[in-house]
């Protein structure tokens, strides 16, 4: 495994640990026998159509197979990066540039399954030799797959710690999203460490003009950055 380091489009660097060629065949591995134990069941559950001429045949098993034919690209557009053998794994297809896959990058991932999977293995050993673990089809896409078991503290997420007498101040704090708390504190963190005073100041605008606050009742911009994301905590985790 090796380190990414992501910067959002929020311009905040995270870091991730890239999967290496061993996890990911694994994943692999599990994708396999869940595509063989569909068929196995195709198998012995249609059976029945076995009279049948040859094309009708051709033509059933061309259907059915469509589900193994896509199965990884259509659990990737749906499980935002992740197929069941990756979700076991913990583990998910992100853009390296910090946006979000999308369907285009998928069906790029896909296409180069051909090259990557079944031409000798060659993803595999791309891998490998890869600064970014990725095989040819994430260099195509501009993707990478990283672990997901990297520990996560409280200040890694969008969640506050607040005393069991916490009084909120701003109860407009509801008209933000998970998202926007995200990035709020995300890019509140990164500036408050780096003292960037007027990131601070441009965050606290924006968050009064979009909460609605007609009056501020803290003295400084970190405290009242503060007091909004434990207050969008106090009301979201208790609604």
Known sequence: MSELQINTTQNVKIKFTAVGAGERLLAFIIDTAIKIGYLLVLNWTFGVFENMDEWSQIAINT???????F??????????????????????????????ASLADYVVRWFFRIVDVYIFGLGF????????????????????????????NISHTILENLKENYKPTYPNVIKLSDNDARIIKDTFTV????????TLIKLRNKL?????????KQKTDIEFIDVILKDYNFYTQNM
Do not use: H, N
């Open 63 to 69: 259907v059915l197979s469509f589900p193994v034919m």
């Open 71 to 100: 199965y990884t690209l259509a659990l990737e557009s749906l499980l935002e990066g992740q197929t069941i053998g990756k979700r076991v794994l913990k583990i998910r297809v992100v853009k390296i540039d910090g946006y979000q």
């Open 125 to 152: 050993f791309v891998i490998m030799f890869s600064k970014k673990q990725q095989r040819l089809g994430d260099m195509a896409a501009g993707t990478a797959v990283i672990a997901l078991k990297d520990k996560v």
């Open 191 to 198: 500036a408050k460490a780096s003292k960037d005073y007027q």
């Open 208 to 216: 009064v003009e979009v909460v609605e606050i007609k009056t501020v």
